[in-house]
Nanobody
Framework: QVQLVESGGGLVQAGGSLRLSCAASGRTFNSYNMGWFRQAPGKEREFVAAISWRGDSTYYADSVKGRFTISRDNAKNTVYLQMNSLKPEDTAVYYC????????????????????????WGQGTQVTVSS
């Protein structure tokens, strides 16, 4: 069982930065891949970024690639999402989630990007980017 609590959301101007944190409880945190998802008003929840349990593999949605960075500190049971060059379209509730699933191909394995691959979810933190 993993409990997840997000923090760090807020109001920021376009072009600004925020760092989200997701604190996990449970001794098995470092055996889970972690992902960030977001849901804007009136839209479906969408994948943002994911990181493997060892931190050696990451995967990003095209919409955030080059602007957002996911990282984790297993000693602190925490995963982070550094968000730079924020845009109004990044406004959403951001959720972290935990998964034990991988996508593997001839190029190696990476954490997955589908909601149904994630077993545990936080309650979300609001990020609002003003223009």
């Amino acid at each position: 069982q993993v409990q997840l609590v997000e923090s760090g959301g807020g109001l920021v101007q376009a072009g600004g930065s925020l760092r989200l944190s997701c604190a996990a409880s449970g001794r098995t945190f470092n055996s889970y891949n972690m992902g960030w998802f977001r849901q804007a008003p009136g839209k479906e929840r969408e994948f943002v970024a994911a990181i493997s349990w060892r931190g050696d593999s990451t995967y990003y949605a095209d919409s955030v690639k080059g602007r957002f960075t996911i990282s984790r500190d297993n000693a602190k049971n925490t995963v982070y999402l550094q968000m730079n060059s924020l845009k109004p379209e990044d406004t959403a509730v951001y959720y972290c989630a935990a998964s034990r699933n991988y996508y593997c191909s001839g190029y190696g394995c990476r954490p997955k990007e589908y909601e149904y691959d994630y077993d545990y979810w936080g309650q979300g933190t609001q990020v609002t980017v003003s223009s």
